[in-house]
């Protein structure tokens, strides 16, 4: 199992001049803890769950691209890009660009969009779900052919691009990783099994993941896709302390052998990889404990692979 870190918080103190140096001292304390992944939200208002929508939010790929400058082995993306914020064929010329700057470690991670109120706020078409979906299909396959360094025309109902050119094409081959956000049975899992190379879940416990990764399975079968080429992600939170208890903060932690369990459940509920949400993460002596972590769970695996 690997491990990622997801920010999804900025607002920290001496903000805004305290961002760039905290948010980059926390990547390179995650690459230097052995961490696999760093992800950011894609959102331009802080959500519900997190904060008020006035607290600090960066845009995604602008600070993907902060990241990549401090760091040099660990991989970046966007947990998950609005299919609704950024035209298709724009959208694979800025995950490509990312890519190639960073010595190919960019991940293009996309969903349906939901949050109505940034979309409203800033200007942007919010349409009915049903539409949002068929947008985040047809940018699937557009992404796909421009990854592919196909550049003829893409004719759909939403999106019609003259020529898909994608100069220069992406350092990772075959192409930056695809991961599809969100555990719809009828529509994302479908999606995921169709187009991508990753699906990323909320944790919803181990017996709710399970069934999830069923249905996954089965939809793979439909589309004459193998199940285990797909890469299982959760989205799970867990700050780490000496002993586990309540810190400071008022904030749930857990212990190295705390973490190291939960994450094994996850293992063994069918999940490849996690991304951690951690409320301490600009505790830099959390790192050490990160390490130990990363350490103890390379050698799980997922159920049934």
């Not at 970046?76 to 010329?93: F, N, Q």
Request: aromatic residues 6%.
């Amino acid at each position: 199992m690997r491990l990622g870190l997801q920010v999804s918080h900025f607002s920290w103190p001496g903000a805004p001049a305290s961002i760039g140096p905290t948010f980059g001292r926390i990547a390179r304390d995650a690459e230097a803890a052995g961490m696999a992944s760093l992800w950011v939200m894609d959102h331009f208002f802080q959500i519900r769950g997190i904060g008020p929508p006035e607290l600090e939010m960066l845009e995604a790929y602008t600070t993907l691209g902060f990241a990549a400058a401090q760091t040099s082995r660990i991989e970046l993306g966007a947990l998950v890009t609005g299919v609704t914020y950024r035209h298709p064929g724009i959208l694979a010329k800025t995950v490509t660009t990312l890519d190639v700057l960073s010595g190919g470690r960019a991940w293009l991670g996309i969903g349906a969009a939901w949050n109505e109120e940034e979309h409203r706020g800033l200007g942007v078409p919010f349409p009915p779900v049903a539409e949002r979906f068929e947008r985040l299909d047809e940018t699937l396959r557009i992404v796909r052919q421009m990854f592919a360094g196909d550049d003829g025309p893409f004719h759909g109902r939403h999106y019609t691009l003259e020529r898909t050119l994608n100069s220069p094409q992406p350092v990772r081959r075959p192409r930056p990783p695809i991961l599809v956000g969100g555990m719809g049975r009828r529509k994302t899992l479908r999606l995921v099994a169709t187009h991508a190379d990753a699906s990323n879940f909320f944790d919803v416990g181990p017996d709710g993941l399970r069934a999830t990764c069923e249905q996954l399975r089965d939809h793979c079968a439909e589309v004459g896709r193998e199940y285990a080429d797909i890469t299982k992600t959760v989205l799970t939170r867990i700050s780490l302390s000496d002993r586990g208890g309540t810190a400071p903060s008022g904030e749930r932690t857990m212990s190295v052998a705390e973490a190291v369990d939960k994450l094994g459940a996850l293992a063994e509920a069918g999940i490849d990889d996690a991304i951690l949400g951690m409320g301490n993460q600009t505790d830099p002596e959390v790192y050490a404990l990160v390490a130990e972590v990363v350490r103890q769970v390379a050698g799980l695996r997922a159920e049934g692979r």
